[in-house]
């Protein structure tokens, strides 16, 4: 009944720029956060960025400066404009939020499907 539908993905080359969607939908009562994790072949999957309701915002090491978390409330739609884009950034990217449902009294994870980012020259 809850979805989290990334788009956005694709190739780009060094130094470029994506900027990645995810819209959640569903009976959805409190979103208490969205974001962004991030998972390449043979690696853990990893934290890339997090907005919470009260619009803190968390980034990896990795991407501070060159990643912007952002949302629009009304949609339940959450952001990533990735800009200087290097190969280490290439992974599938998911994205995270953690809810409150509408038949629901606590928050709980939920995940979406995950978009390939491949950055190559």
């Known amino acids: 009944q809850v979805q989290l539908v990334e788009s956005g993905g694709g190739l780009v080359q060094p130094g470029g720029s994506l900027r990645l969607s995810c819209a959640a939908s569903?009976?959805?009562?409190?979103?208490?956060?969205m974001g962004w994790h991030r998972q390449a072949p043979g690696k853990q999957r990893e934290l890339v960025a997090v907005?919470?309701?009260?619009?803190?915002?968390n980034y990896a090491d990795s991407v501070k400066g060159r990643f912007t978390i952002s949302r629009d409330n009304a949609k339940n739609t959450v952001y990533l404009q990735m800009n200087s884009l290097k190969p280490d950034d290439t992974a599938v990217y998911y994205c995270?939020?953690?809810?409150?449902?509408?038949?629901?009294?606590?928050?709980?994870?939920?995940w979406g499907q995950g978009t390939q980012v491949t950055v190559s020259s």
């Open positions: 995270y939020g953690n809810f409150i449902a509408n038949w629901g009294t606590r928050a709980h994870d939920y």
């Open positions: 907005v919470t309701r009260g619009g803190s915002t």
């Open positions: 569903g009976s959805i009562n409190s979103i208490y956060a």
